[in-house]
């Protein structure tokens, strides 16, 4: 007796109570993204499948147990309608069979959507590409031209929040990029920023901003009680958690919601949207490079983390300093 001797109605019973009831993988409440996870879900469209892939391979073992397990519910479920089609007395004439015919239509849910509702809320923030230098050697006309372009880029029109700006300028040490800073589910963020329209992203509330100047691990934040939105690039969309040197714990060691006040949203729009791009970008492409070629073996001059090189040695005779042997990177006392 085989199972293809079925009729095709049967089949496609079965197939049909199959589809219907796929199994579910059960992510229990501890179960959380890591944050190389919901890195790689932010930074492209694909990001979610390969996460998923990984995920997949990671749980095989789960998986083929559902897989098994939902098998046996088919058999019991079917038998006898198997049985009575193929005038069969045993079904292990053609129990393994059937097992393979319904492991070909058996699709694990990785439930991803159900794991990362066990995420909190990540801090994000957005770089708006304007970019201000240390305000210690400002003349008082470049210090209220700084003031004027912040405000300019914020859609700020009256005088009321320049107390702030000025706070904000004078105490961001080294200068950086100026940022808004939000806490967002990254399930829901990832459906926004994917979107094919063109859009702003808004903001209101108790909105955080601040400059921060990621290459020195430095910067200021204030909280200012306004409305705006900006042409939305997701470029320039960042993790906070995939900065290096970020400013909310590397810098501030802040608590996890302290940007919560920040109402995020988007909106659409008919109109062509201009878009600068960050130049963050190209800092953190950098130092995965640098990362990349460290986890090869080898090290990169000009790569001033000192934990990326494996062979240091102080040099006492001036200019004194450490000096990679491999290298030749060079950090001056």
């Known amino acids: 007796k085989t199972i293809f001797e079925l009729s095709e109605s049967l089949k496609n019973e079965i197939i ?81 069979e059937f097992r393979d015919f319904a492991r070909e239509h058996i699709r694990v849910d990785m439930n991803l959507k159900g794991l990362m509702r066990n995420n909190r809320d990540e801090v994000f923030f957005y770089d708006t590409c304007e970019e201000f230098g240390d305000q210690c050697f400002n003349s008082a006309m470049d210090k209220y031209n700084d003031l004027r372009r912040i405000k300019k880029t914020l859609g700020i029109k009256t005088n009321k929040l320049d107390a702030k700006i000025r706070e904000l300028l004078n105490n961001a040490s080294y200068g950086g990029n100026l940022v808004v800073y939000f806490a967002a589910n990254v399930m829901t963020l990832r459906d926004c920023v994917f979107r094919k329209d063109k859009q702003f992203i808004t903001f209101k509330g108790n909105v955080s901003i601040a400059i921060t100047n990621t290459c020195n691990g430095s910067g200021y934040n204030v909280d200012i009680q306004h409305s705006f939105k900006l042409p939305f690039n997701p470029e320039n969309l960042f993790y906070e958690d995939t900065i290096k040197y970020n400013y909310s ?23 062509k949207v201009e878009t600068k791009e960050s130049s963050l970008t190209a800092s953190i492409a950098k130092d995965r490079e640098y990362k ?28 004194c300093g450490n000096r990679c042997t491999d290298c030749g990177t060079f950090w001056i006392d």
């Open 249 to 271: 714990w590397k810098v501030c060691g802040m608590y996890r919601d302290w940007c919560s006040g920040t109402d995020w949203g988007f909106e659409l729009t008919t109109k």
């Open 292 to 319: 990349r070629v460290f986890e090869s073996g080898k090290c990169t001059f000009g790569d001033m983390d000192f934990r990326r090189h494996r062979n240091v040695v102080y040099v006492n005779e001036y200019p």
């Open 16 to 96: 049909s109570e199959i589809e219907k009831n796929q199994p579910q993988i059960y992510w229990d409440y501890n179960d959380d993204l890591s944050k190389e996870n919901i890195e790689k879900i932010m930074s492209s469209e694909d990001g979610l499948n390969d996460v998923e892939n990984e995920l997949w391979d990671l749980n095989i073992d789960c998986i083929c147990d559902l897989e098994l397990e939902r098998g046996k519910e088919l058999l019991s479920e079917f038998e006898y309608k198997i049985n009575e089609e193929l005038n069969s007395e045993d079904s292990e004439e053609w129990e393994e």
